[in-house]
């Protein structure tokens, strides 16, 4: 009995469903909060096994295949590869997303996975080419997140500078040829789905491996269509997150206004650079293109606007004053160029009102001053005026006017305080070298 007792316990000697619960618990398992690991790409957060247990993989061989084959299944893995893209800026950033490794070589590595989705930027004349390769392994059940934060159209922005330039992103599907066995077209769907779902305006899907082909035309159909289809609609949109925004700022929730314009901002430029932009623009009109350009300026405006608040703040440091100062003329200068970058590539008529460039021209003025800039002291001046020539009754921009007045007469006097400084010390040297020559002869005589 008691060398019963003594026989060493053999794992493969439990019942095939027991072993498949262990390699569940111990390999399929996974912490419900994703962390975050230094260095990662921006958006991305990572998913960890709730136990460290892959030694068990390496017990012996038929353990290994046994427990590999369960965990493959059980996990269903996807690698996405971007190639050519800026990935710190490929994602919305609105909700994290899980990956299990960002690691090239570990994910190139792997050969567990079932489906490989590669996004590359094609190659343009207006710039650069970024040669960079990044990877991505996470699991099926965080796909969705991935998908509907994929920003595929800021990311081809420089690609499409002119309203008829619409590149689009280059994008396969790769169904890996060495677990054919377990595609069915169930399993098959369900890979896809968040891509079908969720990714629009990629004109060039390709599919390979084990797909059926009457699955694989029906996901390439519905990622070619366009994002945004209804120009009210979308305009509409828009429209509501500004208005948002000015509530929030009347309200004196500043950041909370920014947050609502930077969204609606990013979403009119996504719609811009978009392949659904050309569609929009039939549609719509020339109306659709005026209002778009509108849009694009006020909502620069209000930004500008709001990196000025901190700076006008009487904590505000240096520091502040230029890093937001320097923001806020890149949104101005947005301002500027609003007819040309929508209204102008589109044969529209879109300029701004007088109303508008005044308050473009009070807020580079404000801006100026507000950074201490001396050097443009007297660009600020003109600035002011201008507004004032075409608001002549508009009291902030009297009041501001006052008060760039108010600064080029303190640097007027800085300026008469260190000519008085200078001068004072080429007559204490004149005097200097008077006494002293004055002393030599007195000692030659």
């Known amino acids: 009995m008691s060398s019963l007792s003594m026989q060493p316990f053999r ?17 399929c398992s996974w912490d419900d909060e994703p962390g975050y690991e230094p260095g990662s790409i921006n958006g991305l957060c990572k998913r960890s096994p709730s136990y460290d247990a892959l030694s068990l993989l390496r017990t012996n061989k038929q353990i290994h295949e046994e427990a590999f084959d369960y965990m493959m299944r059980r996990n269903q893995f996807v690698r996405v590869t971007c190639r050519g893209l800026d990935v710190n800026s ?12 960002t690691d090239q070589r570990k994910a190139r590595q792997f050969e567990g996975y079932l489906m490989h989705l590669t996004l590359s930027k094609p190659v343009v004349s207006s710039g650069a080419f970024n040669f960079s390769e990044h990877e991505i392994m996470m699991l099926r059940a965080d796909l969705p997140f991935l998908c509907r934060q994929l920003d595929v159209e800021t990311a081809m922005t420089d690609a499409n500078a002119t309203t008829n330039e619409h590149l689009s992103i280059s994008a396969t599907v790769s169904f890996s040829p060495f677990h054919s066995e377990m595609f069915t077209p169930a399993t098959q769907q369900y890979l896809l789905d968040p891509i079908a779902s969720h990714v629009r305006g990629i004109s060039n899907l390709s599919m390979s491996g084990p797909v059926s082909t009457m699955i694989a035309e029906a996901v390439i159909s519905q990622v070619a269509q366009p994002r945004w289809t209804d120009p009210k609609a979308t305009l509409d949109s828009i429209h509501t997150g500004t208005d948002v925004g000015k509530r929030q700022w009347q309200n004196k929730e500043f950041y909370s206004a920014s947050e609502s314009w930077t969204y609606s901002m990013r979403t009119l430029e996504r719609m811009r650079h978009s392949s659904s932009w050309l569609g929009l623009k039939a549609a719509g009109g020339e109306d659709f293109v005026n209002s778009t350009a509108d849009l694009y300026f006020t909502l620069n405006l209000l930004r500008a606007s709001f990196l000025q608040v901190d700076m006008a703040s009487e904590h505000a440091d240096r520091a502040t004053a230029a890093r937001n100062g320097a923001m806020s003329l890149q949104h101005l200068r947005k301002c500027e160029t609003a007819s040309a970058r929508f209204a102008q590539h589109a044969d529209a008529t879109w300029v701004p009102s007088n109303e508008q460039a005044s308050k473009m021209l009070f807020r580079q003025a404000k801006c100026l001053r507000l950074m201490h800039a001396n050097a443009n002291l007297v660009k600020a001046v003109t600035l002011i005026e201008q507004a004032a020539v075409l608001a002549p009754n508009d009291i902030v921009i009297r009041d501001e006017k006052d008060a760039v007045r108010n600064w080029e007469a303190e640097v007027e006097e800085l300026q008469r305080e260190r000519a008085q400084a200078q001068a004072d010390k080429v007559v204490e040297r004149a005097s200097l070298w008077s006494y002293l020559r004055c002393a030599v002869s007195e000692l030659a005589s």
């Not at 439990?14 to 111990?26: F, K, S």
């Not at 490929?90 to 490794?101: C, H, R, S, T």
Request: no cysteine; glycine share 6%.
């Open 11 to 27: 794992f493969l000697d439990l019942p095939g469903e027991l072993r498949n619960n262990i390699y569940d618990l111990l390999l």
């Open 90 to 101: 490929l994602f919305l950033g609105d909700e994290m997303i899980p990956a299990i490794a």
